[in-house]
């Protein structure tokens, strides 16, 4: 019963999506304030209907309803409960449940936290965004539908891929997808705007937040994607620009982008088509993400539903979100006009540099990842592209956006005297051009982990002298801590999310550079000594665990220092899908990691070891929070929150003037 | 400067930035594509001796040996016409297993045997790597082909 009742949930979801889309939009191009004001009830009761449904799968999850066919495929009676409930988004069904209930997730948090925008706009938002929730839906009801019933009912569920039994699965989707839909947010207040044809420095500063908390979720998606690849894999891989993370990868890079444009269209009013451009590459490389991972078109680690029937629907949805968008693009943007014109010199030129380099480096990997998938589907013969081919073009493609990180923000918009930047920055320069050599020639590091070191100190000092340049120019009378209050909060997410940058940077060098990895056989009682570290095999025991048997060993590993650390890695094997599975013991350290796996034993005893360290691997995790973090410290600035009138809107454009009289507000204080 | 000379000059390192940026994307792309052979297009001669690709095919029963060191191991890849003799040093994955399919990626050495420095096998219990599926169905094709 409950599951019928979720099937009906969606379809009723479905008609109001209906209703969400076509009036409101109608209302706000006829001007009719009645139909606009359906909006926020109607998404109010998408919302309810989605929420509803999304129990119901759930409630069939938790009690092992095995006459689901969805439940049955991907849960079992002896899973935990909390794996039961990621059982939900294990599968293609359940992930696009999943995709619609944050969609609606975020929907309800614009119908709720806009009010202080003209309803006009939210009702256009909130018009585009039911219309995604139109196309996920009846892809859902017509090809994927989680509720379909299996007759005879299952005695019990297939189980949940066991390499995904973990605590990885319970928050990487849920993270990567609010990411991804929150650029839907961004989608459709650009679509918005160039419907209404008012793109001017107040809609770039009302998208702003909303853009930045989706791409710091979309960041801490890809940390915890890449995090949990490198404890549960088992191998010490951490990044295999494997077609899935790509996919993940392309939005992270467009939104970075994005976010960097919509800051100069707020503040100075340039780059308006530019930034509208990014947000409809931003969402549709989201919409490609979703798909690629879920339509089982890809060789890679994330396969697990293998079903091409789908495929005409996904081509179609993303012709229409992608084609449809463009063309309004192409038709609305000529009127919009070039914005504040900028020297050649200008903190502008410079964000549109770093934006053209992300925008490049999406590019390439975009070719990686799709053109095998051309080649196999015009049967023109099977390739495959791999990590080699990335790291040669991304390194050199991010390069220099490393190098304008740390200077771009010293440069003043508009004009700037390049002399002047370049002797502020001297001195920062040459500490890291002399830390680098000293590096490389001294400490004997190969030039790339010199060069990589070198621009994460150019970074750090950047960020460092950028704060105290601000906090030195303050008045007499004024405290320190006074001084550190008064910068909008968006200032100090902008430093944090480049430390956060540089300190990633200083991760993946080192461990990129100083990684060592060496496989052995052993037997319980031997030992063996790989790069100073020696590796004893004390103890091999039986586990049974609730739903697998594992052989646990014990090893005690010494390291140069003296420490002895006990590590515990186990060879599983989950009885109900009869698959093997490694689980690595890991001693994360500040300066280091040690990383143990099991292989398969051998005929007398011996078992395969793998012993790998990793030097400066929780740098790389550090600063991936760091970024997220910095991202929604500045998405929390108060500025973004309060529709008031700005000196700087007036200047560049009335727009907000005439929008507010559109909307039929009365003016309000601008001290509000 | 007057500012179209401003102009030309951004659009000028624009142009120049791109194809730069172009010609290093292509020439990497070329360089690292990993193209895809079965066991009998290698024996065939048709795989390349100085670079890198892809074969895949089905583990053959009973072909797995491991090194007297129990670090390097061989096997045999089949596409049920003709087989291969492989190479690999270190840990397998978890789901290698003999008589399912796998893909592995290296090079061939001067004896004609496959050395790979990276195995891949299937996820899951229903799921075959799409290359190894493809080269088994090349392989029984050719079979038929030579009754």
Same mark, same amino acid.
């Given at each position: 019963?409950?599951?019928?009742?979720?099937?009906?949930?969606?379809?009723?979801?479905?008609?109001?999506?209906?209703?969400?889309?076509?009036?409101?939009?109608?209302?706000?191009?006829?001007?009719?304030?009645?139909?606009?004001?359906?909006?926020?009830?109607?998404?109010?009761?998408?919302?309810?209907?989605?929420?509803?449904?999304?129990?119901?799968?759930?409630?069939?999850?938790?009690?092992?309803?095995?006459?689901?066919?969805?439940?049955?495929?991907?849960?079992?009676?002896?899973?935990?409960?909390?794996?039961?409930?990621?059982?939900?988004?294990?599968?293609?069904?359940?992930?696009?449940?999943?995709?619609?209930?944050?969609?609606?997730?975020?929907?309800?948090?614009?119908?709720?936290?806009?009010?202080?925008?003209?309803?006009?706009?939210?009702?256009?938002?909130?018009?585009?965004?039911?219309?995604?929730?139109?196309?996920?839906?009846?892809?859902?009801?017509?090809?994927?539908?989680?509720?379909?019933?299996?007759?005879?009912?299952?005695?019990?569920?297939?189980?949940?891929?066991?390499?995904?039994?973990?605590?990885?699965?319970?928050?990487?989707?849920?993270?990567?997808?609010?990411?991804?839909?929150?650029?839907?947010?961004?989608?459709?207040?650009?679509?918005?705007?160039?419907?209404?044809?008012?793109?001017?420095?107040?809609?770039?500063?009302?998208?702003?937040?909303?853009?930045?908390?989706?791409?710091?979720?979309?960041?801490?998606?890809?940390?915890?994607?890449?995090?949990?690849?490198?404890?549960?894999?088992?191998?010490?891989?951490?990044?295999?620009?494997?077609?899935?993370?790509?996919?993940?990868?392309?939005?992270?890079?467009?939104?970075?982008?994005?976010?960097?444009?919509?800051?100069?269209?707020?503040?100075?009013?340039?780059?308006?088509?530019?930034?509208?451009?990014?947000?409809?590459?931003?969402?549709?490389?989201?919409?490609?993400?979703?798909?690629?991972?879920?339509?089982?078109?890809?060789?890679?680690?994330?396969?697990?539903?293998?079903?091409?029937?789908?495929?005409?629907?996904?081509?179609?949805?993303?012709?229409?979100?992608?084609?449809?968008?463009?063309?309004?693009?192409?038709?609305?943007?000529?009127?919009?006009?070039?914005?504040?014109?900028?020297?050649?010199?200008?903190?502008?030129?410079?964000?549109?540099?770093?934006?053209?380099?992300?925008?490049?480096?999406?590019?390439?990997?975009?070719?990686?990842?799709?053109?095998?998938?051309?080649?196999?589907?015009?049967?023109?013969?099977?390739?495959?592209?791999?990590?080699?081919?990335?790291?040669?073009?991304?390194?050199?493609?991010?390069?220099?956006?490393?190098?304008?990180?740390?200077?771009?923000?010293?440069?003043?918009?508009?004009?700037?005297?390049?002399?002047?930047?370049?002797?502020?920055?001297?001195?920062?320069?040459?500490?890291?051009?002399?830390?680098?050599?000293?590096?490389?020639?001294?400490?004997?590091?190969?030039?790339?982990?010199?060069?990589?070191?070198?621009?994460?100190?150019?970074?750090?000092?950047?960020?460092?002298?950028?704060?105290?340049?601000?906090?030195?120019?303050?008045?007499?009378?004024?405290?320190?801590?006074?001084?550190?209050?008064?910068?909008?909060?968006?200032?100090?997410?902008?430093?944090?999310?480049?430390?956060?940058?540089?300190?990633?940077?200083?991760?993946?060098?080192?461990?990129?550079?100083?990684?060592?990895?060496?496989?052995?056989?052993?037997?319980?009682?031997?030992?063996?000594?790989?790069?100073?570290?020696?590796?004893?095999?004390?103890?091999?025991?039986?586990?049974?665990?609730?739903?697998?048997?594992?052989?646990?060993?014990?090893?005690?590993?010494?390291?140069?220092?003296?420490?002895?650390?006990?590590?515990?890695?186990?060879?599983?094997?989950?009885?109900?899908?009869?698959?093997?599975?490694?689980?690595?013991?890991?001693?994360?350290?500040?300066?280091?990691?040690?990383?143990?796996?099991?292989?398969?034993?051998?005929?007398?005893?011996?078992?395969?070891?793998?012993?790998?360290?990793?030097?400066?691997?929780?740098?790389?995790?550090?600063?991936?929070?760091?970024?997220?973090?910095?991202?929604?410290?500045?998405?929390?600035?108060?500025?973004?929150?309060?529709?008031?009138?700005?000196?700087?809107?007036?200047?560049?454009?009335?727009?907000?003037?005439?929008?507010?009289?559109?909307?039929?507000?009365?003016?309000?204080?601008?001290?509000? | 400067?007057?500012?179209?000379?401003?102009?030309? =000059?951004?659009?000028?390192?624009?142009? +120049?930035? $791109?194809?730069?940026? %172009?010609?290093? /994307?292509?020439?990497? @792309?070329?360089?690292?594509?990993?193209?895809?052979?079965?066991?009998?297009?290698?024996?065939?001669?048709?795989?390349?001796?100085?670079?890198?690709?892809? =074969?895949?095919?089905?583990?053959?029963? +009973?072909? $797995?040996?491991?090194? %007297?060191?129990? /670090?390097?191991?061989? @096997?045999?890849?089949?596409?049920?016409?003709?087989?291969?003799?492989?190479?690999?040093?270190?840990?397998?994955?978890?789901?290698?297993?003999?008589?399912?399919?796998?893909?592995?990626?290296?090079?061939?050495?001067?004896?004609?045997?496959?050395?790979?420095?990276?195995?891949?096998?299937?996820?899951?219990?229903?799921?075959?790597?799409?290359?190894?599926?493809?080269?088994?169905?090349?392989?029984?094709?050719?079979?038929?082909?030579?009754?």
């Amino acid at each position: 019963m409950i599951p019928e009742l979720g099937n009906f949930a969606l379809m009723i979801a479905l008609c109001l999506a209906l209703v969400q889309g076509s009036l409101p939009l109608l209302g706000a191009w006829r001007d009719k304030p009645h139909w606009i004001a359906l909006a926020r009830p109607a998404a109010a009761g998408q919302v309810s209907f989605v929420v509803f449904a999304f129990g119901c799968l759930l409630a069939a999850f938790v009690n092992n309803d095995f006459s689901v066919a969805y439940v049955a495929s991907n849960s079992n009676s002896m899973l935990p409960l909390h794996y039961r409930v990621a059982a939900l988004w294990g599968g293609h069904e359940g992930s696009l449940l999943l995709w619609v209930l944050i969609l609606s997730v975020w929907t309800a948090a614009v119908a709720r936290f806009s009010r202080q925008l003209p309803p006009v706009f939210v009702a256009r938002v909130l018009g585009v965004m039911a219309w995604i929730s139109v196309g996920f839906l009846l892809f859902m009801l017509f090809t994927s539908n989680p509720f379909d019933r299996l007759l005879p009912a299952a005695r019990d569920g297939r189980d949940l891929n066991p390499l995904l039994q973990d605590f990885g699965m319970i928050i990487h989707p849920p993270l990567l997808y609010m990411g991804y839909v929150g650029f839907s947010v961004a989608f459709a207040f650009a679509i918005a705007a160039l419907l209404g044809g008012e793109l001017n420095a107040a809609w770039a500063r009302w998208s702003r937040p909303w853009t930045l908390v989706a791409w710091a979720f979309l960041t801490l998606g890809i940390f915890m994607g890449s995090f949990w690849a490198y404890y549960e894999l088992g191998w010490g891989g951490w990044w295999f620009w494997d077609a899935v993370e790509n996919a993940s990868f392309m939005p992270w890079l467009v939104g970075t982008a994005l976010i960097h444009s919509l800051a100069v269209t707020e503040k100075r009013g340039s780059f308006k088509n530019w930034t509208v451009l990014l947000a409809i590459v931003a969402f549709s490389l989201s919409l490609l993400g979703t798909f690629l991972v879920r339509s089982g078109v890809l060789t890679s680690v994330h396969a697990f539903a293998t079903d091409p029937r789908r495929g005409l629907f996904i081509l179609a949805f993303l012709a229409v979100v992608i084609g449809g968008s463009l063309a309004l693009y192409a038709w609305r943007a000529p009127t919009v006009g070039m914005g504040e014109r900028f020297a050649l010199f200008s903190r502008e030129s410079l964000l549109l540099l770093n934006n053209v380099l992300l925008l490049t480096a999406a590019a390439t990997i975009l070719l990686g990842t799709l053109y095998p998938l051309f080649l196999d589907a015009l049967d023109l013969g099977k390739i495959s592209v791999g990590a080699p081919y990335f790291e040669t073009v991304f390194v050199p493609l991010l390069l220099p956006v490393l190098l304008l990180m740390a200077a771009s923000p010293f440069v003043a918009w508009r004009r700037d005297a390049w002399r002047d930047v370049a002797s502020r920055l001297s001195k920062i320069a040459q500490i890291s051009v002399l830390f680098g050599l000293a590096l490389w020639l001294g400490w004997k590091f190969t030039p790339a982990v010199a060069a990589g070191l070198m621009l994460a100190a150019w970074i750090l000092l950047g960020c460092a002298q950028h704060v105290l340049e601000r906090l030195s120019a303050v008045g007499e009378g004024v405290t320190l801590a006074r001084h550190v209050t008064k910068q909008p909060l968006s200032y100090w997410g902008m430093l944090a999310a480049h430390a956060g940058v540089a300190l990633f940077v200083v991760g993946v060098t080192l461990v990129k550079g100083g990684e060592v990895s060496e496989d052995a056989s052993l037997r319980v009682g031997e030992s063996v000594v790989s790069n100073g570290w020696r590796y004893s095999f004390t103890a091999l025991q039986k586990v049974d665990g609730p739903n697998y048997v594992a052989a646990r060993a014990t090893f005690e590993v010494h390291g140069p220092d003296g420490r002895v650390l006990t590590l515990q890695p186990e060879k599983r094997y989950y009885t109900v899908q009869q698959m093997p599975m490694t689980e690595a013991a890991i001693d994360r350290g500040f300066t280091r990691d040690v990383y143990l796996s099991l292989g398969e034993p051998g005929k007398d005893g011996a078992w395969l070891v793998r012993m790998q360290n990793k030097p400066f691997m929780g740098w790389v995790w550090g600063g991936c929070l760091v970024i997220a973090a910095g991202g929604l410290l500045s998405a929390s600035d108060r500025r973004y929150r309060s529709y008031v009138k700005r000196k700087e809107d007036e200047t560049i454009h009335t727009a907000a003037e005439r929008l507010r009289t559109v909307a039929g507000i009365a003016g309000r204080g601008p001290a509000a | 400067m007057t500012r179209r000379q401003q102009r030309l =000059l951004l659009l000028a390192t624009a142009l +120049a930035a $791109l194809a730069l940026a %172009a010609w290093l /994307v292509l020439s990497a @792309f070329r360089r690292n594509l990993v193209f895809f052979y079965t066991p009998t297009q290698v024996l065939a001669g048709e795989a390349p001796h100085n670079r890198s690709f892809r =074969l895949g095919g089905m583990v053959e029963t +009973a072909s $797995l040996k491991r090194d %007297a060191d129990g /670090v390097g191991v061989s @096997f045999l890849v089949t596409d049920t016409g003709r087989s291969l003799p492989v190479h690999y040093r270190g840990i397998l994955p978890d789901l290698f297993k003999e008589g399912k399919g796998v893909v592995a990626q290296g090079r061939l050495d001067a004896g004609h045997r496959f050395v790979a420095d990276e195995v891949l096998a299937k996820h899951d219990e229903n799921y075959m790597p799409p290359e190894a599926a493809y080269a088994l169905k090349k392989g029984r094709e050719s079979v038929k082909v030579d009754r």
